[in-house]
Nanobody, 126 residues
Framework: QAPLVESGGGSVQAGGSLRLSCAAS????????MGWFRQAKGKGREGVAA??????TTHYVDSVLGRFTISQDTNMVYLQMNDLKPEDTAMYYC?????????????????????WGQGTQVTVSS
């Protein structure tokens, strides 16, 4: 029924790591632009990373470069988060059926995605 289901969130100390997982159903497109977004309290939804499953092309917001890695395997999409910082604290959402070209022009726009998971909370303490 639900196209996307996230898991893997939790509470960690600064400098720690978490891996988020997103299970996608057959309702999602092949190939697909799939993304991870996050929303901190008092802030808007921010695009964190995206991957085009057709060729593996990835995109990242500057603030997570070198720390986060998005990857995919069949019907799963992952976000490996290393060296977590308190400012990474947010609800993280998986998104699917994004822009057809999954390009720098719009991968980061929440309005370009058709399906969304319910979110998984990530809390990083100092």
């Amino acid at each position: 029924q639900a196209p996307l289901v996230e898991s893997g969130g939790g509470s960690v100390q600064a400098g720690g790591s978490l891996r988020l997982s997103c299970a996608a159903s057959g309702a999602t497109s092949r190939p697909n632009c799939m993304g991870w977004f996050r929303q901190a309290k008092g802030k808007g939804r921010e695009g964190v990373a995206a991957i085009y499953t057709g060729d593996g092309t990835t995109h990242y917001v500057d603030s997570v470069l070198g720390r986060f890695t998005i990857s995919q395997d069949t019907n799963m999409v992952y976000l490996q988060m290393n060296d977590l910082k308190p400012e990474d604290t947010a609800m993280y959402y998986c998104a699917a059926n994004g822009p057809y070209d999954c390009s720098s022009r719009s991968w980061w726009s929440e309005y370009e995605y058709r399906y969304w998971g319910q979110g998984t909370q990530v809390t990083v303490s100092s």
